[in-house]
């Protein structure tokens, strides 16, 4: 609950600064698969933005109180290009607090593997309801590949990775 209170609090930032994101796993997750945000555990909340808003979003995110950890220190305009093209996120927190918000600009770390574009996203996503607050998230065509690299990449560390890939797919 506390997850899906976070993502109601991050989603509306965005939305009233214009930046257009796409909620995935975590609480958008959980309602798909199991109509309860309390039915799938989450460590963190996963945004997906334009690699063009990462800028923008980052200063909305610390106007609020969230401090980059990961990254943990400032990159320079050459560091931040090598950062973005190796990586495919970083990770902020509110100080005190142990929820992360990861914000992506890509889904994954080879931007080969699932090479559609932002916009592309956006253009299928669907609505999710996260506390009376529209959330976009991933489409049901982009959430089960997504769901098949992110398993397979973490060599399926985690057994509810991949019982929730089976509840999609059902």
């Known amino acids: 609950m506390a997850n899906a209170a976070n993502l ?4 509306q930032l965005l939305t009233e600064n214009k930046i257009s994101f ?3 796993k975590g609480p958008t997750l959980a309602l798909y698969l199991y109509g309860n945000v309390n039915m799938r555990h989450a460590g963190d909340l996963d945004l997906l933005i334009d690699l063009f808003e990462v800028e923008t979003a980052e200063a909305v995110l610390q106007r609020a109180g969230y401090r980059r ?4 220190f400032e990159l320079s305009p050459k560091q931040q290009n090598v950062y973005q093209a190796v990586c495919h996120h970083f990770i902020y927190q509110m100080p005190g607090e142990s ?9 994954t770390h080879n931007r080969l593997l699932l090479p559609t574009t932002f916009e592309q996203l956006l253009h299928q996503s669907r609505i ?4 009376g607050f529209p959330v976009p998230t991933l489409s049901h065509r982009d ?3 997504y769901l098949f690299a992110h398993g397979a990449y973490h060599a399926w560390y985690r057994l509810s990775w991949l019982y929730n890939l089976v509840t999609f797919i059902e």
């Open 22 to 24: 796409l909620a995935f």
């Open 69 to 72: 950890s990961e990254p943990d």
């Open 143 to 145: 959430m089960a590949p």
């Open 8 to 11: 109601r609090k991050v989603s």
């Open 128 to 131: 999710q309801m996260v506390g």
């Open 99 to 107: 929820l992360a918000i990861e914000l992506h600009w890509r889904l």
